[in-house]
């Protein structure tokens, strides 16, 4: 194996994940660097952008040691990085306090306040986004509210993406997806927009410069090339989100096939030719990491983490045979679970267990089994765990459909596609076939394509995703059959949810 060579890497919430690739598309080396979150209060979470920066040198430079033509070999580098944080710095571009990232809620009184001057459908017409205090813009909001002292010397307002760049190249720059996490940019336009801007103050000289994902940013600055061991002369890419990242290292960037990423929570994002509107909001509108096109994407309901709440709760036998090399727990259950039926004889469970994100945004909503009978064992219930989150699937690619987007296919990453039973549960709910890439971990993937256009290893986005991206021979199929048979048992998940929804609205 030879070079060029490009790094791409994964700036999670948890830790940093790079992933050195040959230009053929072939994994060399990957190194992980762990970091801490903070909960000061309940319903806050910070971290230290600092660590964003020490854990990417870390990783990197254990890369460039596996590299046998020596540095030069490596010709670009960019990023994926975790939506919807805000950090706020100085006119140096330090960070004045540590990072809201996007699991922080302390800003529902900054979006509860521009609902009254803006109605969340026209923030959604303006910026393709709910109002929602998830996004960016209401954590700057909550600093200026809260902590004026700080936003007095506050000069820029960034993304995790944006000062992970300006750390690594010394240019402060936002692409378009990143941009879109903060609630503020035109989807249509891919700019700023306006009205958004004036109903919330943000002056427009605080946001980054705005940037296609592809287009290079520069090269590494002295210091990190210093510090990494690269060549002074790679080229850094202005990189996305890292839902895009995932989506496009998935190889899904053409019109209406779907990534279905399948960890703790389950973004579903559908690729588009155009930025589409839905008008029940349950899907949003962003641009995608490719500069010609965009994404319908619903955030993520909970589904792994159920699954895996079941395990840890009501699998004890089952992990431990796995704790002495019994097998996986989750494979055990789910053999279990393949002999019930579709529908698993009437019980149904909703995947609210931290709100709902489908078939509506509810956060009051919470997860409940429904339906149970003296004849139900735990193989149903195991059964109903994965349905249920194949119906919230359902729901969401049915909001694509209604925003005009014709859906024809699932490509489904993360630890959940590696359960077989459970993504045919889901091609014979949603009717779709299903394929499964053979390295399920793609945000690093979709970064390293973004590297290789960027640096000109790859001439198009669409001549990358051939070369980085594979999957496994056999696609999942729907069955005619079950997916009738879940027709009604899709009917009667809604009709539950719809009949609680009072009940879960009173707390």
């Not at 990957?30 to 854990?55: H, I, K, N, V």
């Not at 936002?174 to 927009?193: E, G, I, Q, Y």
């Not at 080229?235 to 496009?248: I, Y």
Request: charged share 20%; with cysteine; net charge negative.
């Amino acid at each position: 194996m030879t070079g060029p060579y490009v790094i791409g890497a994964d700036i999670g919430s948890q830790g940093t994940n790079a992933a050195l690739y040959a230009a053929e598309g072939t994994l060399v080396a990957s190194a992980y660097e762990a970091y801490d979150l903070s909960f000061p209060r309940p319903g806050w979470a910070e971290q230290d952008p600092t660590l964003w920066t020490r854990a990417l040198v870390n990783a990197v430079g254990s890369l460039v040691k596996e590299v046998p033509e020596g540095p030069s070999a490596i010709k670009g580098l960019s990023f994926g990085s975790q939506l919807d944080g805000m950090v706020v710095c100085d006119a140096h571009g330090a960070p004045l306090r540590p990072a809201l990232i996007w699991m922080d809620r302390r800003a529902e009184a900054q979006a509860a306040a521009l609902a009254e001057r803006m109605a969340p459908s026209e923030f959604y017409r303006n910026v393709g986004a709910n109002l929602d205090s998830s996004h960016a813009v209401f954590k700057a909001l909550w600093v200026r509210d809260e902590e004026p002292d700080v936003f007095a010397q506050a000069a820029h307002l960034m993304s995790p993406g944006s000062f992970v760049l300006k750390e690594v190249s010394g240019v402060l720059a936002v692409d378009w997806s990143n941009a879109s996490s903060l609630a503020l940019l035109d989807p249509r336009t891919r700019t700023w927009s306006e009205p958004v801007l004036e109903a919330t103050g943000i002056d427009r000289s605080m946001l980054p410069e705005l940037a296609p994902a592809t287009v290079a940013a520069g090269t590494v600055t002295a210091a990190f090339a210093e510090a990494t061991g690269l060549s002074p002369d790679t080229v850094v890419a202005v990189g996305c989100g890292d839902e895009m990242a995932a989506t496009l290292g998935a190889g899904v960037f053409a019109p209406g096939e779907v990534c279905d990423v399948v960890g703790t929570a389950e973004p579903v994002c559908a690729a588009s030719d155009a930025p589409r509107e839905d008008p029940t909001m349950l899907v949003e509108c962003h641009p995608h990491a490719d500069p010609d096109a965009w994404l319908l994407e619903n955030p993520g309901f909970v589904s792994g983490g159920n699954l895996r709440w079941w395990r840890d709760q009501f699998a004890p036998l089952e992990l431990s045979a796995e704790a002495e090399g019994g097998g996986d727990a989750y494979d055990l259950l789910s053999k279990e679970a393949a002999g019930v039926p579709p529908g698993a004889e009437g019980l149904v469970f909703l995947p609210c267990m931290q709100g709902a994100m489908a078939p509506e945004w509810n956060g009051a909503a919470r997860g409940v089994f429904y339906g149970l009978t003296l004849a139900h064992n735990r193989s149903h219930l195991t059964r109903a765990v994965l349905e249920g989150s194949a119906f919230a699937l359902r729901d969401i690619l049915d909001a694509m459909r209604n925003a005009g987007l014709e859906v024809r296919r699932l490509t489904i990453v993360g630890g959940g596609a590696k359960g077989p039973l459970w993504r045919q549960i889901k091609a014979d709910v949603t009717g779709l076939p299903v394929r499964v890439p053979t390295s399920v971990e793609t945000t690093a993937t979709g970064a390293a394509i973004l590297a290789a256009v960027g640096s000109n290893v790859h001439s198009t986005v669409a001549d990358a995703v051939r070369a980085f991206v594979a999957y496994e021979p056999e696609e999942h199929q729907p069955d005619p059959a079950r997916h009738v048979a879940y027709d009604e048992a899709y009917r009667r998940y809604r009709d539950v949810y719809y009949a609680l929804k009072p009940v879960f609205e009173r707390g």
